[in-house]
């Protein structure tokens, strides 16, 4: 049987900064390649300042790339379109709309906010654990609540993709951890069902273990693929599983992966590439 059509096609990506008064140019990520099958969660791990971020604008549209192929559903990324969703460290919600308001408004700019709209974020409420506080003002919220609603706000508009940029940093470490279970949670009930897909950067390698079906190393910057580890272990995912030998086994070798890429630079040695194709690699456990 032929495998399935890939959601997010990438291929040999090259993508550079201009920066300066010289408008010096420096490639951020250079040669990445991989796919995301439809409904997967992918958390992508790598040293600090590697080109993360870089990629993650570059799939959402907002900066372009100047290699290689970016595909979604077989449709070069050429700009910022409704079927990806965009999440931040940082929750960024209209301090003048209340909770319904901020999670109505992409609905509301894309003229589909109608019985069906309005009853999908009613839903999005309860289901992010808001329930009773869908009128109150962002001043009133703490910084999880203030995340919550920044992901009700991105599933309201039933993306194809969502990207997550380090959405829980900001957060206290108790607030982060129950984040991420709730993320499990609301995935499960919500992204899972109506056939979404995630990718989701992170330097907290557990949580990215924690979430995803598969987790991205990247190199050093320019960034390529160094390695790809499928997380084995079944949903729903629960905390005790953290204190499993099999999720410590596999959160160190992901640390080590990325400690060795930081490392890198101190001897300067070039990461060892791996195609999307090289997932025993690294397998897990
Ligand atoms: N707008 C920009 N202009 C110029 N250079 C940039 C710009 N944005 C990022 N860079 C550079 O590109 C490289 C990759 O940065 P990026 O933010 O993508 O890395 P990252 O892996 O997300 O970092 P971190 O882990 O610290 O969040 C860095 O060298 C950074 O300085």
Redesign the pocket.
Known sequence: MAPPRPKLRVRDVEIG???GRKGTY?L??DGLSFDVAPNEFIAVV????????????AVAGL?PISGGTLELDDHRIDGPGRDRSLVFQQASLFPWRNVVQNIEFGLKAHGRLDAAGRARVAELVELVGLGGKGDKYPRELSGGMSQRVNLARALATDPELILL??PFAALDAQTREVMQEELTRIWQADGVKAGKTAMF?T?DVPEAVFLADRVLV?SR???HLVADIHVDLPRPRTPAMKRTPEFLAMSDRIVDLVMAQSQIGKQAQPGRRVTSDDHAGVAAG
Do not use: M, N, Q, W
């Not at 790598?46 to 604008?57: A, D, E, N, Q």
């Open positions: 900064h201009r920066s420096a951020a990520v790598g040293p600090s300042g590697c080109g993360k971020t870089t990629f993650l604008t900066i940029d380090e950067i330097h990247l910057g320019p960034a």
